[in-house]
């Protein structure tokens, strides 16, 4: 699972050109079982996305077709991780963390 932390790089009259471009991606994304979360910052500075997609790579190939991300005005920060402790109603997001790995006695 991905956390995608998005920081504006222009003033918010800048961003609000693309707002309406923007959340359609989302959208898109969402119905493609890409994201699962995402939201506005307080302050509004950027914003986060929640991403259950495979790899990095394919993430990052996803992201370049924000329209924030083609006309440069937000910084894309991800960070990966497992989510090993989930709250209820949240059983499908958690990973074993050492499912991918051998274990030996």
């Given at each position: 699972?991905?956390?995608?932390?998005?920081?504006?790089?222009?003033?918010?009259?800048?961003?609000?050109?693309?707002?309406?471009a923007h959340v359609t991606y989302l959208?898109?994304?969402y119905a493609n079982g890409?994201?699962?979360?995402?939201g506005k910052k307080i302050p509004r500075t950027g914003g986060i996305i929640l991403s259950n997609v495979k790899t990095k790579?394919?993430?990052?190939?996803?992201l370049a077709?924000?329209?924030?991300?083609?006309?440069?005005?937000a910084q894309y920060d991800i960070t990966e991780f497992i989510p090993s402790m989930v709250a209820k109603g949240f059983?499908?997001?958690?990973?074993?963390?050492?499912?991918?790995?051998?274990?030996?006695?």
């Amino acid at each position: 699972m991905f956390i995608i932390s998005l920081n504006y790089k222009c003033q918010l009259e800048e961003v609000d050109k693309y707002l309406d471009a923007h959340v359609t991606y989302l959208k898109q994304e969402y119905a493609n079982g890409n994201f699962i979360a995402s939201g506005k910052k307080i302050p509004r500075t950027g914003g986060i996305i929640l991403s259950n997609v495979k790899t990095k790579d394919d993430l990052e190939t996803i992201l370049a077709k924000d329209p924030f991300y083609k006309a440069d005005i937000a910084q894309y920060d991800i960070t990966e991780f497992i989510p090993s402790m989930v709250a209820k109603g949240f059983e499908n997001f958690q990973e074993t963390p050492w499912a991918d790995q051998e274990i030996h006695p």
